[in-house]
C-alpha cells in the first residue's frame, strides 16, 4: 500500500493552505504511509547531509538593494545552447509512482507546462518513450534530458542510451556518485518493498552478473565495484551517443577538472540529496568551490535542499547556471499529482523573482551581487 486508503488518492486536488514548499512537504507526509515515506524522502545512515544541505542554504545572507531600475528583467537562462524561461529543472528521481498513480506522466506535463527543464530517471516507473510523447510537444518546455546509471551490461547499456536518442530526449545525465547504495537506515527500517506494479519498467529484461564470493572476500569490493563505472567508461559512452552528456554527483573540483577533460558537456553538483555518503559537503559548500575550477567552460548545475526562490538565487550567485529540485516535486505530486508539481514549480520561480527584485537583480547575471558575503565568483 502506497497510501491511506480513506483518501481518494488519484483525484486529489491542492490542499487548502498548502502555500509554501513546506506546507506541501508536511501535507504530503499524511498522505504516504510510513516504508514509502521513509524510501522516498530518506536518507543516509543519520540523514546529517540531507539536514546540513538545507541548512546551508539558509545560512547564505541577502544583499538588498533599492530603488534600481529593474523594469523588463526576467529569469532567462542559457543551458546547452537553448535560452530557458528559468533556471529550474525537475531531479531524476525513481518510481513516482509510489507517490501518485500518475507518476511520471503527471511531474512530465507539469514541468512541460512551467517551462522546466525535466530530467527522467532510469529507475522511472514509467516508460521513457511515454515521457517524451508527453513532454516534448509542449511548446514553452524547458529541455528533456535521460538520466543514466550505467549498468554491467554495456549493451543493456548502448540500448537504453538508443531508446533515449529516439524518443527525442536532448542529453544524457550519467549519475556518477552511487557506486554503492548508502546506508539507509530508515528504509531498512521500515522494511520497504516495491507494490505490486511498481518497478523499473525501462529495467526490464536487465539481467544481473552472477556473484561469484569466495569466503572472506567483500561484498562491496570483491563483487559491486567490480561492475562500477569508470572514467574510461565516460570516454566510452561519449563515444556510442550523439547526446552531450552530463556528469552528476560531483563535489571535488577535481573531479569538476577530469570531467571537463573526459568531454563532459556539463558538471551537477550533487551528493544525491544525503542518499549516499552521510556527512558529506553540502552542496552549497560544494558550488563555489567548482564553479572556480570550471572558470565557465561548461554549464554548471546543482542540487541538494533547494526548497525556496532565495536558495534558487544564491546558488546562481554562486556559479550555477541552473539548480535541479527533487524531493519538492514529489511531494506536490503526492498532494496533487499534476496539478501539485505545477504549484511546487511556481511557487520558486515567483519566488525568485520576488527575491530577485528586493535585491535589486535585473537578470541572474546579476545574482553574484545579491550575496552578501560577497565572495561569489566571477561570471562569464
Not at 217 to 237: C, G, K, R
Not at 261 to 266: E, P, R, S
Request: glycine share 10%.
Amino acid at each position: 500500500m502506497t497510501a491511506r486508503p480513506d483518501l481518494p488518492h488519484p483525484n486529489r486536488t491542492l490542499p487548502a493552505g498548502v502555500v509554501t514548499l513546506a506546507d506541501h512537504e508536511q501535507h504530503a507526509q499524511g498522505l504516504l504511509d510510513d516504508a514509502t515515506w521513509a524510501y522516498l524522502f530518506g536518507a543516509a545512515a543519520d540523514e546529517l547531509t540531507f539536514a546540513r544541505n538545507l541548512d546551508a542554504w539558509r545560512h547564505i545572507e541577502l544583499l538588498p538593494r533599492v530603488l534600481r531600475p529593474l523594469a523588463g528583467g526576467h529569469t532567462h537562462v542559457q543551458l546547452l545552447g537553448r535560452t530557458l524561461p528559468h533556471p529550474i529543472l525537475v531531479a531524476p528521481m525513481a518510481y513516482q509512482r509510489l507517490a501518485h498513480p500518475d507518476g511520471e506522466n503527471a511531474t512530465a506535463l507539469a514541468a512541460a507546462a512551467l517551462g522546466a527543464g525535466l530530467v527522467f530517471s532510469t529507475q522511472a516507473s514509467a516508460p521513457l518513450d511515454d515521457i517524451a510523447k508527453a513532454f516534448l510537444p509542449e511548446p514553452g518546455r524547458g529541455p528533456l534530458w535521460f538520466q543514466l546509471y550505467a549498468q554491467p551490461d554495456r549493451g543493456f547499456t548502448q540500448e537504453l542510451v538508443r531508446r533515449a536518442e529516439s524518443a527525442g530526449y536532448e542529453a544524457l545525465v550519467l549519475t556518477v556518485d552511487a557506486p554503492v547504495q548508502g546506508a539507509r537506515d530508515g528504509e531498512r527500517r521500515a522494511h520497504f518493498r516495491l507494490p505490486d506494479g511498481v518497478s523499473a519498467v525501462n529495467l526490464a529484461g536487465l539481467r544481473s552478473p552472477p556473484r561469484v564470493l569466495q569466503a572472506g572476500q567483500s561484498a562491496v569490493f570483491d563483487d559491486l565495484l567490480t561492475h562500477a563505472p569508470t572514467w574510461d567508461d565516460i570516454a566510452w559512452l561519449r563515444s556510442i551517443t550523439r547526446l552531450p552528456v552530463l556528469l552528476k554527483g560531483i563535489l571535488h573540483p577535481d573531479d569538476a577538472r577530469q570531467a571537463i577533460g573526459c568531454g563532459a558537456a556539463g558538471v551537477i553538483v550533487s551528493n544525491h540529496g544525503g542518499r549516499t555518503l552521510d556527512t558529506a559537503v553540502t552542496t552549497a559548500a560544494a558550488l563555489p568551490r567548482i564553479a572556480q575550477a570550471v572558470q565557465g567552460d561548461v554549464p554548471l548545475l546543482v542540487d541538494g535542499g533547494i526548497r525556496r526562490g532565495t536558495d534558487v538565487l544564491k546558488a546562481m550567485g554562486l556559479g550555477a547556471s541552473a539548480v535541479l529540485v527533487g524531493r519538492p516535486v514529489l511531494h506536490g505530486l503526492a498532494n496533487a499529482g499534476a496539478t501539485g508539481v505545477a504549484h511546487v514549480l511556481r511557487l520558486l520561480r515567483d519566488e525568485l523573482e520576488i527575491a530577485m527584485a528586493l535585491t535589486g537583480c535585473r537578470t541572474l547575471a546579476d545574482a553574484p551581487a545579491a550575496l552578501a558575503q560577497g565572495d561569489a565568483p566571477p561570471r562569464r
